[in-house]
């Protein structure tokens, strides 16, 4: 999830209650894709690039420059290759590996499901789901939600013709639900929807 995904949700959360003046100010900074402007020496550029996103999310751009403005990812970079002895050069790109691994649990949406294209398979009957967070269930794994449940046992009558969404964060009511749905989840058809 990027900055812009992450502010409006977060404002929808909150009812929309933050300013336009502070809304605007925060949107300045935001860029609608990663991008990569230099070399890596010692990231490969899929690495390069998330630490570019971390360090972008810790000092991010507003009205003065942001991590990547200052360059810190090649800085980051730059020092691991130079100064890091081989076993810790291993050692942190394991770390890494498992930082993005971890975070990809979370989809892109910010939802703990996996990911899923907006346009839905030809013969495919999906299903969104949208609550708080004992639809959420941040503290399980995906196939341990009820979400998950649903479509291992959908997967296991009919194979391939039925995808549950799961779209729940923690503290939605039924406005921050609907908000959702109007705003983003219409967009990603689905056949039934779930509050």
């Known amino acids: 999830m990027n900055r812009r995904e992450a502010i409006e949700r977060t404002a929808m959360i909150l009812g929309y209650a933050i300013s336009a003046p502070a809304l605007a100010g925060i949107m300045s900074g935001c860029k609608s894709t990663p991008t990569l402007n230099y070399k890596p020496v010692f990231f490969n550029e899929a690495q390069a690039s998330l630490i570019g996103e971390v360090v ?8 003065t420059p942001g991590a990547k403005d200052a360059g810190v990812p090649q800085f980051i970079d730059t020092l691991i290759f130079e100064t890091y002895s081989k076993e810790d050069k291993e050692i942190f790109l394991q770390n890494l590996k498992g930082f993005d691994e971890e975070s990809i649990k979370v989809n892109g949406d910010g ?26 269930a941040f503290d399980y794994q995906i196939n341990e939600t009820f979400t998950g449940i649903l479509q291992t046992r959908l997967d296991e009558k009919f194979p391939g013709k039925y995808e549950v969404m799961n779209c729940a964060t923690p503290a939605w009511g039924g406005e921050q639900e609907f908000l959702y749905f109007v705003k983003e989840g219409i967009h990603y058809q689905p056949d039934y929807v779930m509050l």
């Open 56 to 63: 972008e999310i810790i000092l991010p751009k507003t009205a």
């Open 111 to 136: 939802f703990n499901d996996r990911n899923h294209e907006k346009v839905k398979k030809e013969g495919v009957k999906r299903i969104m789901v949208i609550g708080d967070s004992y639809t959420a």
